[in-house]
Every structure is written in structure tokens, then in C-alpha cells.
């Protein structure tokens, strides 16, 4: 089976990073994902590592140590609209991807 | 942007009854799939779908759920004998690669069962 966790809520100041952590346990792994998710809204993808090291999109980055089993979905300058659940998401089976428990953000002014 | 399609965006049915949701993915896609998540809970993975077979399943996806591509654009999921406990919006989603690197999702249905 497969299970991740995540911190179930955090809060941070505007303009500031946040890092959100995951980890995981698998069967199988081909990679780790990150998804946005506004309230009411569907998830959106941010962010994928296949293999471990740093990937950087805009202000998102992403981490994963497969070693470890763990990866971190950083956000810099935050801003008011990255308010939302954040998921990580593990590629464990051939076509199967397994969310972790998400992690709600809130940016206060 | 080419975007994943859902439809009906909300949906009461009483228990008991079928439902059949219905999704559109994105055109050049092969992978789809289906997700359920219960309000203020994690986004859970129901059955993934490939070559007009299923490819992967979770333990929710018992005999009360079946996925068909009846034709080259829908995707459907229909289940059977509705139970309180299937409430939940119901997301389609669709990739364009193996090994799920990136999802595309849908909109979502929700379905409310009285």
C-alpha cells in the first residue's frame, strides 16, 4: 500500500516562504507530485520529481530524497491567492497516483 | 488551454439509485482516471484507465463501480445502487504520459445521495 503525510495546516505571513514537507511510503515509486487546490476547485498540478534533487517552477520549488523517502514543496513571495490545500502525490503503480492527507495554507497580510 | 470537461456539475439522487458521471478528457490524452474526495478530506484515487482496460483500482472501487470509454471522447463512471456514504465530488482526470507524472482534472461532480 502506499501512504503519505503532511502537516495539516500552515499559516504564513505575506511576501514570506513557507515549506511544506511529505513523506511517504511505497510499494512502488516513479515519482513525486505537488497539486494546488483551491477551496471549491479542482487540483491543479505544480510541480513533479522523478528523480531527487531541487526543480523549480516560477516561485514554486520542489525537493524529493528518494533515499529518505521525503520531499518539500517550497513557495516563495507568498502572496494572498496561494491561500489553498496543497497535495503531495505519489506515482507508486503503473497508472496509479496516491494523494497525501494535504495541507491547508493560509497567508495572512 | 485544452481542459478536462465533467458533467453534471452537481447531482441529488436518491439511495438506492444508478448514476453515471461523465467526463470529456483532453483530446491527445491516453491515461484517464477517476477520484473521489469527500468534503474537507483527501483526494483519494478510485480506478485508472488505459487501452479500454482498467489499469489500476483501488479498494473503493468494489463491483458497485464500473468505468466505460463508450465512444473516442466520454468517459464514465457509473455507480450502481447509490449508498449515503458515496456523497463526495467525483474528479475526472486525464494524462498524456505513463507513470502519472502530470494530471489534468476536471471540474468535478458532486454528487449528494439522500
Known amino acids: 500500500g502506499q501512504s503519505l503525510e503532511q502537516p495539516s495546516e500552515v499559516t504564513a505571513v505575506e ?5 511544506i514537507n511529505c513523506t511517504y ?7 513525486l507530485s505537488w497539486y494546488q487546490q483551491h477551496d471549491g476547485g479542482a487540483p491543479t498540478f505544480l510541480s513533479y520529481n522523478g ?48 494523494f497525501g492527507t494535504g495541507t491547508k495554507l ?3 497580510p | 488551454e485544452p481542459e478536462v470537461t465533467q458533467t453534471p456539475s452537481h447531482q441529488v439522487t436518491q439511495m438506492g439509485q444508478e448514476v453515471i458521471l461523465r467526463c470529456v478528457p483532453i483530446s491527445n490524452h491516453l491515461y484517464f482516471y477517476w477520484y473521489r474526495q469527500i468534503l474537507g478530506q483527501k483526494v483519494e484515487f478510485l480506478v485508472s484507465f488505459y487501452n479500454n482496460e482498467i489499469s489500476e483500482k483501488s479498494e473503493i472501487f468494489d463491483d ?5 470509454r463508450p465512444d473516442g ?10 449508498k449515503l456514504e458515496d456523497s463526495a465530488m467525483y474528479f475526472c482526470a486525464s494524462g498524456a504520459s505513463s507513470g502519472a507524472n ?13
Open chain 2, 73 to 82: 471522447s466520454n468517459f464514465t463512471l457509473k455507480i450502481r445502487s447509490t
Open chain 2, 64 to 68: 458497485q463501480f464500473s468505468v466505460e
Open chain 1, 15 to 19: 511576501g514570506a516562504i513557507v515549506q
Open chain 2, 102 to 114: 502530470v494530471l489534468t482534472f476536471g471540474a468535478g461532480s458532486r454528487l449528494t445521495v439522500l
Open chain 1, 51 to 98: 528523480l531527487d534533487g531541487l526543480e523549480e517552477t516560477g516561485r514554486f520549488s520542489s525537493f524529493l530524497s528518494r533515499s529518505d523517502s521525503y520531499g518539500y514543496l517550497l513557495l516563495q513571495e507568498l502572496q494572498m491567492k496561494d491561500s489553498a490545500s496543497y497535495f503531495c502525490a505519489v506515482s507508486g503503480g503503473y497508472q496509479k497516483v496516491t
Open chain 1, 106 to 108: 493560509q497567508v495572512i
Open chain 1, 25 to 31: 511510503q511505497t510499494s512502488g515509486f516513479y515519482g
